[in-house]
């Protein structure tokens, strides 16, 4: 297979709060399903995530918590990556963007070539003022009447409801997030970003993504028909990357606006990588502007105006950066436990499974498997933990798991553990064989599109497939009648096995390396153009080991009973 180069990027979390389901199932699990496959047929792969540590969130948490900023985003920061090494999800790098000091020198860099390219106008302007926080209200504090559609609820920057573009001012029955209090007009001086210059060009290269995922392409284009409006990319605060003008008196006491500077992250993330690689300043040029590497950025459907229209905008305006090959974004993940209606996930109402509580009780597997099993790769689906629990037990216990071990023991108990010969394989057996070489190619084909749901589904297709050749062949019987038949039947089994291993891997990363251990497989068996290699006859196989416990019990901790849990940093 040609080697390819990939930049792969998950979007920012704020670092104000642990993560909850829903945050993996809307791009940090795909992003790692996709990056575990590029790796496996051997692509070139460079994995970017970190925390979005400015802006008005940190400062609120700060606030609540007692605390400076960059303490509570140190913290958070750290909860989440625990939380993402528990999954198996492994970065190249998790910074933030109060932790990577190279970020401010390249956000600052990236504010002046638009300034200097004439993308950016100042502005003095008219923005809402909480008079009780003594504060300017970025776009998400403050909560009104949509202008648009009349939905209650809408946030300054974007309804939820009709999915348009709101510009705060322009709210009905304004108030503030943070205190409630109705806020005021005051005159601000602000630079604007001229974002309806690249409608245009915009409109054409989304036009040509025939791959794309519908809700991201159609939403973009429906967007675009609206019209985009000019956007502010400065704020008046103190946590934040300074504007970098010193000679002008107005940019005094501004900072970059958060939306601006959290994408930028990714290169700076990189650089930041490349450097504690021994690289030179500059090479993250390598992974952002070589049009040989193509970048790919996960996200949940909350960040499509961000990565589709705004930040490629941005590029386009610097001009030297390569534009996203795909945005793969999942819709919302809803939550519904026992006895109640579905609901979003929500911090404040407690409706939420936290990663941390979960990894306490449980292994990261079953969760992966679940998740991807009702990714909501196309519409919203639901978190419920009981089926969580049902297809762990009736899928991965009964069908994958269940093949694994029937014949792990078998071979050790009736073949002293080694692999038995092939011997004058059968019509069956032959069709056993090709199914399982074929898998590789269906489930790559799959991935390669984004579907990872199907992708998984062709696995267990593949497991339920593969019990039933063992029933049908029947090799306790043969045992009896024809020894070499027998060894032929786990012969055929233990390779299916190491093919499912292989194809299993981006997915259940865990039960992936049991496996490989179980049949002494070495790092290049277990690669993807591999999976379909023959074990050698005779090799000594590793202990049988369950791959996946039965699970019983309720949802983690007091989520279930929809109790707020709450984190801070002093815990």
């Not at 990363?509 to 490989?516: E, L, S, T, W, Y």
């Amino acid at each position: 297979m040609a080697k390819r180069r990939f930049t792969v990027t998950a979007a920012l979390p704020y670092s104000n709060g642990v993560l909850h389901v829903g945050h993996i199932a809307g791009c940090y699990l795909p992003a790692d399903i996709f990056v575990r496959y590029l790796r496996s047929r051997g692509d070139e792969v460079l994995f970017i995530c970190g925390s979005d540590d400015h802006g008005v969130p940190l400062l609120l948490a700060a606030r609540q918590e007692g605390k400076l900023p960059r303490e509570v985003a140190d913290f958070y920061r750290a909860q989440q990556k625990r939380d993402y090494d528990g999954l198996g999800i492994r970065f190249d790098i998790y910074s933030g963007t109060a932790a990577a000091e190279v970020h401010t020198e390249i956000s600052q860099r990236f504010f002046l070539k638009l300034l200097e390219n004439g993308h950016l106008e100042k502005r003095t302007s008219e923005q809402l003022y909480d008079p009780e926080a003594r504060m300017f209200l970025p776009d998400r504090y403050v909560e009104g009447i949509c202008h648009h559609c009349g939905t209650g609820g809408a946030r300054g920057d974007q309804c939820e409801a009709c999915g348009r573009l709101i510009e705060p001012t322009e709210l009905l029955q304004p108030r503030s997030v943070i205190t409630g209090a109705t806020p005021e007009l005051r005159e601000t001086v602000h630079w604007f970003f001229r974002l309806p210059e690249f409608e245009g060009r915009l409109r054409e290269w989304i036009r040509g993504k025939d791959d794309w995922r519908p809700m991201v392409k159609n939403f973009s284009l429906g967007l675009l028909e609206q019209g985009l409006p000019f956007r502010s990319i400065t704020r008046d605060l103190d946590w934040g990357i300074p504007v970098p003008l010193e000679d002008d008196p107005d940019a005094k006491g501004k900072v970059l606006y958060v939306w601006f500077d959290a994408p930028i992250g990714y290169v700076s993330f990189t650089e930041q990588w490349c450097r504690e690689q021994g690289g030179e300043p500059g090479e993250y040029e390598r992974w952002w502007k070589d049009p040989d590497c193509k970048i790919i950025h996960f996200i949940g459907e909350d960040n499509v105006i961000f990565h589709v229209l705004t930040w490629p905008a941005m590029l386009m305006a610097e001009g030297t950066f390569q534009l996203p090959e795909n945005v793969p974004a999942n819709c919302f993940l809803n939550i519904q436990f026992p006895g109640e209606d579905e609901t979003k996930i929500s911090k404040s109402r407690g409706t939420a499974i936290w990663i941390n509580d979960y990894l306490e009780q449980y292994e990261a597997d079953p969760l992966r498997y679940y998740l991807t099993m009702i990714a909501p790769e196309r519409q919203r689906t639901a978190f419920k933990f009981e089926d969580l629990i049902r297809r762990n037990n009736e899928e991965l216990v009964a069908a994958l798991g269940n093949f694994v071990h029937r014949n792990m023991t078998f071979t050790h108990r009736y073949f002293a553990g080694a692999v038995p010969p092939c011997a004058a394989p059968t019509e069956q057996d032959r069709a056993q064989l090709a199914m399982a070489a074929g898998l590789p190619d269906r489930v790559s084909a799959l991935l390669e599109g984004y579907r990872f749901k199907e992708a998984l589904q062709e696995v267990m297709a593949a497991a339920r497939e593969s019990n039933r050749y063992f029933d049908y062949r029947q090799p306790w019987v043969l045992r009896k009648e024809d020894k070499a038949a027998c060894g032929t039947v786990i012969n055929v089994c233990l390779n299916t096995i190491k093919t499912l291993a292989v194809v299993m891997g981006p997915f259940l990363p865990f039960a992936a390396d049991k496996v490989a251990a179980m049949l002494s497989a070495t790092p290049q068996e277990m690669a993807w153009d591999a999976a379909a290699g023959l074990l050698p006859e005779g090799r000594a196989l590793g202990d049988p080991e369950i791959l996946f416990e039965k699970l019983e019990g309720p949802a983690p901790d007091d989520a279930a009973a929809g109790v707020p849990h709450e984190r801070s940093a002093g815990d």
